[in-house]
């Protein structure tokens, strides 16, 4: 009996956090990524499409996780990016992710 009232517990409390869990949309609206980049027009940086156009077939998910923690310049123009050391990975991982399929 207590083991069954475990497992009930340990499911309601992963359907719980999945239930929580933000979409990739939620996190870039969080991470205030919005203010600059749009999905299908360029603000102030590159829309999400022009991005995952440019890396098209390539994996660079780690390599463009650098380049949001650390910011620069030069992939889209002379506008600098900056730095987003804040964002945690696992968050950074799926937005970078999600960017790509557009």
Known sequence: ???????????????????GAATPEDLLKQNNCLACHAVDAK??????KQVAAKYKGQDVVAKLMDKVKKGGSGSFGPVPMSPNPQVPDADLKVMVQWILTR
């Open 1 to 19: 009996m207590k083991a069954a009232l475990t497992m009930i517990s340990l499911a309601a409390a992963l359907m719980a956090a999945q239930a």
């Open 43 to 48: 603000v102030v940086g590159p829309s999400y």
